[in-house]
Nanobody, 122 residues
Framework: QVQLVESGGGLMQAGGSLRLSCAAS????????MGWFRQAPGKEREFVAT????????LYVDSVKGRFTISRDNAKNMVYLQMNSLKPEDTAVYYC???????????????WGRGTQVTVSS
């Protein structure tokens, strides 16, 4: 069992930056890929970024490429999402998840946090 707690969300103007953190407990995450997803009101939860176990490989949804960076610190059992050049369309609840495999598909993730709200004003 892995518990995930996201933090770092908030209200930001367009063009600003936020850094989301995901703290894991209960089990070391070093053996898992990790991902960030987001869900805007009235929309499906969508993939944002994923990072493999060692942190050597990452994948991003096209809409955030060049603006967001996923990283991890296995020694601290933490995963991060640095979000720069924020846009109003980035507004969503952001979720951290533990991946059974390195994938962009939601079905590849088994443990989820409760999310943190990110709101970007224009």
């Amino acid at each position: 069992q892995v518990q995930l707690v996201e933090s770092g969300g908030g209200l930001m103007q367009a063009g600003g930056s936020l850094r989301l953190s995901c703290a894991a407990s209960g089990r070391t995450i070093s053996m898992y890929s990790m991902g960030w997803f987001r869900q805007a009101p009235g929309k499906e939860r969508e993939f944002v970024a994923t990072i493999n176990q060692s942190g050597s490989s990452t994948l991003y949804v096209d809409s955030v490429k060049g603006r967001f960076t996923i990283s991890r610190d296995n020694a601290k059992n933490m995963v991060y999402l640095q979000m720069n050049s924020l846009k109003p369309e980035d507004t969503a609840v952001y979720y951290c998840a533990v991946g059974y495999r390195w994938t962009m598909s939601r079905t590849g993730y088994g443990y989820w946090g409760r999310g943190t709200q990110v709101t970007v004003s224009s």
